[in-house]
């Protein structure tokens, strides 16, 4: 059996999976339970500076978008960060490492933007022998409006600066939680990185309006008839949440940061997705909060049987193995020429690939007597839609053209060699390049 | 001592007071909310959607479906009563596994079609529920037509034409309107007293006056209808029966099963509802399905349903089959009743095997006998009634196009009239096409 054993920026966990910080880590009668469920590490809910407990509102905090059987697809959350005094959020943490020497335990952190500040409450957490602290530069709501969380995280100097205090001041490992509401991941990443910083963890919730009421006018979650944006979470913003780690492990200026990946993962390929595009870790929310902490014992195994069954015997060996395999559009292989098939033992005559296709796409799709359905390869532009919403798994698949063959479409032999857009003649800076 | 299905003879209350609502409640529960949604989704929203072309009022059942996803049911139900307007009972009684939930795609991928049946059922019930009426009638046009018959083909016929601002009298000879719906459907299909909640509905239009206790035939005449009004609809139905020209078919206890759902169907305790303990049923379409099915659930002890050909050949299709058999009725094939043996009341019925010949069928030497203390013939129903000078199609009212006759003014559709199935969804379609025909002839001239 694969060994799922992490070691990230020096702290070990049995497996990479880590609850991040939010309810499921709020205290430790969760954390001990999720411990014994088998999670490999937590993120400790968010700790605040020292002084009156934070506020949360009273009504719901939840919005939410389900699927048609209910299942939930997004969450999203007007929480602020733990609304627990700090003495006993340390006391807490410092019992739970106690008790489980072998897990990872970092603690999240949020104090206002002074360097006094991050000081005093680094020193109280290096008391509780925790193993590291995240910086929370993520929260896009509630905090933010006290110039913290997102407000930092914002503002690539402030996290540069956040960071190097952080650094000084403390000898643990200091992860950078990132928030995804920005134009370009790059930039907090490499702040993170110039201020110091041992790995970055992302992404954070985006912000967000789940619905909104039509009877009453009011966007969801509502307190008495208003609602605010929230932060969205869950199996919706993985996509985001996989170009963001990519993007950060593929920077030349950052890669090789660790990352510890997270953002909609539910499932173990969820987690192996986010390993192969360069995390070291995972952590996981809305999942636990979805079906509760048992789900990580699916996981463990999945990632698992899958490592034996493709060889890998380490986690170390599958992160970033899909880095390299991520390119700019420019360096795509234009010489690689595909063209749809249709099964028609599979097909079940819905039609809906035909329906795409000519309303939509390139009018590549043939409706024969019968309801027939067949490509048209002299239109076929190979974007793959028809696959997309063909209900039957298998029954259209994109055919690759081998060298020598003629393209119906362009009329061209295709070419074996492999050529992209900046030496293609109809880019005028092509040329320029030479 | 009380009745039970042991209890010799034909006699009323062989069950447990409270196993009648069980056994006559909805045999397929309305979905809620959840259900439909779930149930919805499966829907792929195919293109020129096969669903849509086995419907014989052509509903944009993808369309309505969608409706139902994104949370609108009561839009849903007017897509459906837009082309249907008796949507509601349809959802209810539509062979629908040999209908549109045939064609669906992921019938054919998976063996389990989307429940368009029940989808559209969940829709126009959201609309009913609230007793809305989504269609309004055009400003009256001063022409009047007569419908004479209020079953689905009529009342559909109906509808359309008040729809365009026609003035609308509808005649049946029965004491309520809905036809079969109301007479004949199966109780379980329809339960609640649907069929006339329906029709109230259906005439919130405006512009149609129904008057029953009238026959063609009897109290009125075609002539006179010619005469008085500016179009003629007929929706008669097949209102006789077929003869089994067995030996002692005039015995006690043998029955037109036709007559005993229309008993059935309007007796309010059925509790009262006197059955036989040994119920030998004769024939293999619907009506023979619903008189054993039924007979069954009214506490009989043994129900036999007899035909004379294959199984495949029956006019009930496997779906049917099978829920007599799941109720607890046997099904005989490939046997015909040679005489009905008793002395005053029938004690027996006896068979012959048949076979399949280049001839047609044949008896063969082969016989059997059944006990049975009551005998309901299920063998088909025929026209009756028909006023003179209609040119008949085989043994219907022959029909070109939507619904003209060889008469002038005339028009037929439903069971009444050639072509089509004997379905609710086939007479809608008749009538409702044969409005439109009857509108444009009015229009124009
Ligand atoms: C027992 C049984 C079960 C059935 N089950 C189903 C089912 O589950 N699903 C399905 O789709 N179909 C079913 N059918 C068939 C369906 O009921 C008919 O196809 C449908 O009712 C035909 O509609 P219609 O309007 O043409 O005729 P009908 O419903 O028969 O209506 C004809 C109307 O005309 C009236 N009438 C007749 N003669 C005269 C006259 N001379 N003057 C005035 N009025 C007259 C009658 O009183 C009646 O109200 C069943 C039929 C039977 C008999
Ligand atoms: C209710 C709730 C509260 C959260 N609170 C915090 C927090 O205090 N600190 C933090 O860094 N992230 C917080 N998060 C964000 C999560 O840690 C995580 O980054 C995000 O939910 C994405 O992961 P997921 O898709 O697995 O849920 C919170 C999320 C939720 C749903
Ligand atoms: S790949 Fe795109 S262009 Fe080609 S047939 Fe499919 S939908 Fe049409």
Redesign the pocket.
């Known amino acids: 059996m694969a060994n799922l054993a992490t070691e990230f920026v020096g702290i070990r966990s049995p497996n990479p999976f880590w609850l991040a910080s939010a309810p499921p880590t709020d205290k430790e009668y969760n954390v001990v339970r999720a411990f014994r469920a088998g999670w490999g590490g937590v993120v400790w809910k968010t700790l605040g500076a020292e002084g009156p407990p934070i506020v949360n509102v009273n009504g719901p905090r939840y919005g939410v978008v389900w699927g048609p059987d209910r299942r939930v697809l997004g969450l999203n959350n007007i929480e602020l960060i733990t609304d627990r005094p700090l003495e006993v959020n340390l006391r807490e943490i410092k019992q739970v490492k106690r008790d489980w020497p072998d897990r990872a335990m970092v603690v999240s952190l949020m104090v206002p933007c002074d360097e006094e500040s991050w000081k005093a409450i680094l020193k109280r957490v290096e008391e509780t022998e925790a193993d590291a602290v995240e910086l929370n530069f993520g929260c896009p709501h509630g905090m933010s409006e006290r110039g913290m969380g997102s407000a930092v995280g914002q503002v690539p100097e402030y996290i540069e600066m956040v960071t190097r205090w952080c650094k000084m001041h403390t000898r643990m490992p200091v992860l950078v939680k990132l928030t995804p509401n920005i134009t370009d991941i790059r930039y907090p990443a490499r702040a993170a990185k110039r201020g110091g910083a041992d790995a970055v963890s992302l992404i954070n919730t985006i912000s967000s309006i789940t619905s909104v009421n039509l009877d009453t006018m009011s966007p969801e979650p509502s307190i008495d008839g208003k609602g605010t944006h929230g932060g969205y979470c869950g199996p919706a913003v993985k996509p985001i949440a996989l170009n963001m780690v990519a993007e950060i492990a593929r920077d030349p200026e950052t890669a090789g940061l660790p990352i510890s990946g997270i953002g909609g993962i539910t499932t173990w390929r969820d987690a192996a997705e986010f390993l192969a595009l360069g995390a070291g870790t995972v952590q996981v929310c809305t999942a636990a909060m979805t079906y509760g902490f048992r789900i990580v014992q699916e996981m463990i195994a999945g990632l698992s049987d899958w490592m034996d069954a493709k060889g890998y015997s380490s986690v170390a060996e599958v992160t970033g193995r899909a880095v390299p395999n991520v390119t700019d559009w420019q360096y795509l292989n234009l010489n690689y020429v595909t063209k749809a098939r249709i099964d028609q033992q599979l097909c079940i005559k819905c039609g809906r690939c035909y329906a795409a296709c000519e309303d939509t796409s390139h009018q590549a799709i043939w409706m024969k007597p019968g309801r027939v359905f067949e490509v048209n390869d002299a239109e076929c532009v190979a974007c793959n839609l028809c696959v997309d919403v063909c209900p039957v798994e298998g029954c259209i698949t994109m055919e690759r053209l081998p060298a020598g063959a003629v393209d119906a479409r362009t009329g061209r032999v295709v070419s074996g060699d492999y050529a992209n857009w900046t030496t293609h003649p109809n880019n005028p800076m092509a040329r320029a390049a030479e | 001592m009380p009745n039970s299905p042991l209890t010799p003879g034909i006699v009323p209350g062989r069950l447990p007071a409270e196993a009648y609502d069980r056994n006559f409640g909805d045999l397929y529960p309305p979905f809620d909310r959840h259900e439909a949604a779930v149930a919805a989704d499966r829907c792929y929203f195919c293109h020129d959607a096969p669903c849509v072309a086995a419907c014989p009022t052509a509903i944009d059942i993808p369309l309505f479906i969608r409706q139902i996803q994104a949370g609108n049911p009561e839009g849903a139900a007017k897509t459906i009563l837009s082309q249907n307007i008796l949507g509601g009972m349809c959802a209810r009684?539509?062979?629908t596994e040999t209908l549109c939930e045939e064609a669906c795609v992921r019938e054919a991928a998976e063996g389990q079609p989307v429940e368009i049946g029940r989808l559209q059922r969940y829709a126009t019930d959201a609309l009913m529920a609230r007793g809305i009426h989504p269609f309004t009638r055009a400003a009256p046009t001063g022409r009047r037509v007569a419908v004479?018959?209020?079953?689905?083909?009529?009342l559909a016929c109906a509808h359309r034409l008040a729809l365009h601002g026609h003035e609308v009298t509808v005649?049946?000879?029965?004491p309520k309107?809905?036809?079969?719906?109301e007479?004949?459907?199966?109780a379980y299909?329809t339960a609640g007293g649907f069929a006339q909640a329906e029709v109230e509905w259906l005439l919130k239009i405006g512009g149609i006056r129904i008057e029953t206790g009238?026959?063609?035939?009897r109290d009125?005449a075609l002539e006179d209808l010619r005469r008085d009004f500016d179009a003629v609809f007929l929706?008669?139905?097949?209102?006789g029966v077929n003869a089994l020209a067995a030996e002692g078919e005039d015995c006690a206890g043998v029955r037109d099963?036709?007559d005993f759902?229309a008993e059935l169907r309007q007796t309010a305790d059925l509790s009262r509802l006197p059955i036989g303990r040994d119920v030998v049923v004769i024939g293999g379409g619907?009506?023979a399905v619903?008189a054993a099915v039924q007979a069954k659930l009214l506490g009989a002890e043994n129900v036999t349903i007899v035909y004379r050909r294959g199984r495949a050949a029956m006019g009930a299709s496997a779906y049917e089959q099978e829920h007599a058999a799941a109720t607890g009725v046997r099904i005989i094939t490939g046997a015909a009743p040679l005489r009905i043996i008793g002395n005053g009341a029938v004690r027996e019925v006896e068979f012959a095997y048949t076979e399949e010949g280049p001839e047609g069928l044949r008896l063969t030497a082969d016989t059997f006998r059944l006990k049975a203390d009551q005998v309901f013939k299920a063998i088909g129903?025929t026209l009756?009634?028909v006023p003179e000078g209609l040119k008949l199609a085989g043994r219907k009212i022959a029909v070109e196009g939507p619904g003209r006759t060889s008469l002038p003014g005339v028009w037929a559709?439903?069971?009444?009239a050639a072509g089509g199935d004997?379905?609710?969804?086939?007479?809608v379609a008749e009538?409702r096409d044969a409005a439109e025909d009857i509108h444009r002839k009015l229009m124009a001239g």
Do not use: S
Request: proline residues 6%; charged residues 15%; negative net charge.
């Open positions: 009684v539509c062979p004479v018959g209020a079953g689905p083909a009529g005649f049946d000879a029965r309107p809905g036809g079969l719906n007479y004949g459907i199966a299909k009238k026959a063609l035939g009125l929706g008669i139905g097949l209102a099963a036709v759902i619907m009506t619903d129903q009756a009634g559709g439903g069971d009444c004997d379905l609710t969804v086939t007479a009538g």
